[in-house]
Each structure stands twice: as structure tokens, then as C-alpha cells.
Nanobody
Framework: QVQLVASGGCLVQAGGSLRLSCAAS????????LAWFRRAPGSEREFVAS????????FYADFVQGRFNISRDNSKKTVDLQMNNLKEGDTAVYFC?????????????????WGEGKQVNVSA
């Protein structure tokens, strides 16, 4: 069983940056595919970014447009999401997720473990 605990996130002005981090315990972290999803107010949860167990392959949602970067540190058992040039539309609760498959998937049902959400508010 893998437990995921997210940190970071708060209030930032549009154009600013934030870094979310998710720490894992249990399981074999280096074998996991990892991802970030988010749920904006009144919307369903959506894919943001994912990274393969090797760290060599990443995927991003179209709306990211080069502003976010997902990375992993297997020695620390963490996955981070660096978010730059934030927009008001990025306001959401952000979730980290892990997949036993090790793959960088984009669908929620591909992920086996979820962390609690972290609120990110982007103001004008």
C-alpha cells in the first residue's frame, strides 16, 4: 500500500509560481508511474501531468502550454509539480496519484493511489 501526502499550494497572484510536492511512503516508489490531477470549482477532476517510472517520459495536458514541469526524485520518494505563469483558471484542488503500472497515464482509473488534495488559488 502506498500513501501519498501532498504539500505546498496556497494563494498566488496571476503570473506567479508555485511548487507542489507529494511524498510517498510504502511500496516501491521507483516502480510507480506518477501524476498530478486537479479539480476546479464546479468541474470534474482532470489530468494535469504525469511521469513514467523511469522519469524519462512525461505528459502534460494541453492547457499547461509549457508552464508546468513534473519531476520525481526517487531517492526522496517525491514527485513535484512546478507551476509557472499561473492563471486564474489554474485555481483548483490539486491531487497527486500513483500507478502500479509504472506508466505515465492520463486517465484517473489508471491510478491506484491518491493523495489528499491541495488547494491552489490564483488571484487576478
Amino acid at each position: 500500500q502506498v500513501q501519498l501526502v501532498a504539500s505546498g499550494g496556497c494563494l498566488v497572484q496571476a503570473g506567479g509560481s508555485l511548487r507542489l510536492s507529494c511524498a510517498a511512503s510504502g511500496g516501491t516508489f521507483s516502480n510507480l508511474g506518477l501524476a498530478w490531477f486537479r479539480r476546479a470549482p464546479g468541474s470534474e477532476r482532470e489530468f494535469v501531468a504525469s511521469i513514467m517510472w523511469t522519469g524519462g517520459m512525461t505528459f502534460y495536458a494541453d492547457f499547461v502550454q509549457g508552464r508546468f514541469n513534473i519531476s520525481r526524485d526517487n531517492s526522496k520518494k517525491t514527485v513535484d509539480l512546478q507551476m509557472n505563469n499561473l492563471k486564474e483558471g489554474d485555481t483548483a484542488v490539486y491531487f497527486c496519484a500513483a500507478a502500479r503500472s509504472g506508466l505515465a497515464r492520463q486517465k484517473e482509473y489508471r491510478y491506484d493511489y491518491w493523495g489528499e488534495g491541495k488547494q491552489v488559488n490564483v488571484s487576478a
